[in-house]
């Protein structure tokens, strides 16, 4: 499932000669995948899409025609256009996989003017009627295809998939890795690896694979999330400055966070386990937690507690249940103030950026044939970023390195700076990351808080389903804050500031209660 473009073993390269080929590049973990405890189907090679069994290469999906046959190259039939076929039935499976009928050229690097040790075609399959393809054929010849290397899918066993990642391109022409349209805990797409071929804007019509029996057999067990933890679970480290550490829910709910109510003057102390917390609904101003009224009190629980920290499991099938998706989640009682870098003056913006209950959080991608990590999501405030596993600082084996930003906590995959909403004036909002010395090992300090795979197995705290704000609205006027923190800059540049600051999220700004896991969009769909 790599985006990598593997030509057929027959096929010469048209790269400079001496580079390596993708196959001799890929990447490898740090340490060894960890022994499996046993269960029903997660990490045993191949996955059963609804009585298609496929198997992961090395870049693709591939299916096996005779399941009863070990899994070697001879069980193997390759679906993705990139890859030899090794049988030559014309209808496997009871009728699920077929010859293409023909291949149509999409392009060649006929047209490129640069040294080439050969030139590359990529080829189109037109399939069968009831049947998609869902990949390209890739050749250094002119001559079609023989349609015995590839097999097509039949139409109730595919999904659409469209662009994800670009490739490479060239006058009009660009290849993309492609992705399931439909990506959540329920959409069925798998997908295949392969590329899409698109030449001035008009994608080849191909298809993904598709979970068509909803089948989550290949889902981690209990004993197997464990063990995922133990091998992946990623550092945290907090900025050298940051005052304002994360902490467990039950801590900051014990040490005087407080349940308000519209309406009503009399917040009320809230239950350990937050079962006094109204359940269900919508964040509709009703309800909104916040910090203890005793000043003292107030900016001890803003600190938080590293030693009473903890880390919040949702555990859920993404891709057709093809991979597993661990969100870890982090609570912080209270994000410090914002800093915007304009031009060559750093300046604090008050008010700005303040909020109480901010939740952030890393989702681990995992491999379901193999329990491999394929890449880790970084959440940033209301957006995020993929990395791939090849791109991770790891330490200790296979765990990935997150930084937490100074004050705003949004999590990065170095550290450094990075500008929020830069401007061509220079400015935006600062997000400064740095390896310090207080850092949290979220495999030490996790908790499973929901995995609806396992049915009742998981039993979700009362706290999850509070659907209201984690803390209160603030009002205050953009403008005047800017101007109370930014006399000595020049009008254009202080209406630049202002449109920056206007741009952010209002939950970012404080100006809207941050709230909890299960209200955010990717619990049941995808990352974005």
């Not at 076929?85 to 009928?101: C, F, H, N, Q, S």
């Not at 930084?403 to 990065?412: E, N, Q, R, T």
């Not at 830069?422 to 400015?427: A, E």
């Not at 809207?512 to 769909?525: A, F, I, L, S, V």
């Amino acid at each position: 499932m790599g985006n990598c473009i593997a030509l057929p073993a027959a096929a010469a390269s048209f790269t400079k000669k001496g580079g390596a080929l993708p196959i001799e590049t890929i990447f490898k973990l740090p340490s060894p995948l960890p022994s499996w405890p046993s269960g029903e189907g997660f990490a045993l090679g191949s996955i059963d899409l609804g009585g298609l069994e496929v198997c992961q290469g090395s870049s693709c999906l591939v299916a096996i025609a005779n399941p009863t046959t070990s899994l070697s190259l001879d069980g193997f039939l390759w679906l993705n256009a990139m890859w030899m076929a090794t049988l030559e039935e014309d209808d496997i499976g009871g009728g699920m996989l077929r010859k293409p009928v023909d291949f149509t050229l999409v392009w060649s690097s006929e047209s490129l003017k640069i040294k080439q040790d050969g030139m590359g075609y990529i080829w189109a399959p037109t399939p069968p009627q009831g049947f998609v393809a869902v990949g390209h054929m890739v050749t250094s010849s002119p001559e079609k295809p023989s349609v015995d290397e590839i097999r097509c899918v039949r139409a109730d066993l595919a999904d659409t998939c469209e662009n994800d990642t670009v490739i490479w391109g060239s006058s009009g022409f660009n290849v993309y890795s492609s992705r399931p349209t439909c990506r959540g805990t329920q959409a069925l797409g798998v997908g295949a690896g392969t590329i899409i071929a698109e030449v001035n804007g008009v994608p080849s019509p191909l298809g993904c694979l598709r979970n068509k029996d909803s089948n989550l057999s290949c889902m981690p067990n209990l004993a197997q999330i464990q063990v995922l933890m133990q091998a992946y679970a990623p550092w945290i480290y907090f900025h050298p400055n940051d005052a304002y550490l994360s902490s467990s829910v039950t801590w900051f709910f014990n040490n005087g966070a407080l349940l308000y109510k519209q309406g009503d003057p009399t917040p009320n102390p809230i239950d350990p386990t937050g079962s006094n917390l109204p359940q269900g609904g919508s964040n509709d101003g009703a309800y909104w937690l916040d910090l203890p009224r005793d000043d003292g009190a107030k900016e001890r629980v803003k600190k938080g507690d590293l030693q009473n920290s903890a880390c919040y499991l949702h555990v859920k099938p993404i891709l057709g249940a093809s991979f597993t998706d661990i969100d870890i989640w982090v609570f912080y009682p209270f994000n410090g103030a914002a800093k915007a870098k304009v031009a060559l003056v750093n300046l604090s913006l008050g008010r700005i950026g303040e909020l109480v209950g901010d939740w952030e959080h890393v989702t681990l991608r995992i491999s379901n044939f193999n329990g491999e990590l394929w890449k880790v999501y970084f959440s940033e405030h209301s957006s995020g970023i993929w990395v791939n596993a090849s791109e991770l600082e790891f330490q200790g084996g296979n765990k990935a390195v997150t930084y937490s930003s100074l004050h705003g906590h949004a999590f990065y995959p170095q550290p450094g700076l990075v500008l929020q909403g830069s401007t061509k004036f220079g400015i935006g909002i600062r997000n400064d990351t740095a390896k310090g010395k207080l850092s949290l090992d979220t495999g030490m300090s996790f908790l499973l808080i929901a995995a609806e795979h396992l049915g009742s197995i998981v039993v979700e705290p009362p706290w999850l389903n509070y659907a209201r704000g984690w803390g209160p609205k603030i009002d205050y006027d953009i403008g005047q804050e800017i101007d109370k923190v930014a006399k000595v800059l020049p009008a254009e540049l202080k209406s630049a500031l202002k449109d920056v600051v206007k741009g952010l999220p209002k939950e970012v700004l404080g100006e809207k209660g941050p709230t909890g896991p299960k209200m955010k969009r990717n619990w049941e769909g995808d990352e974005v």
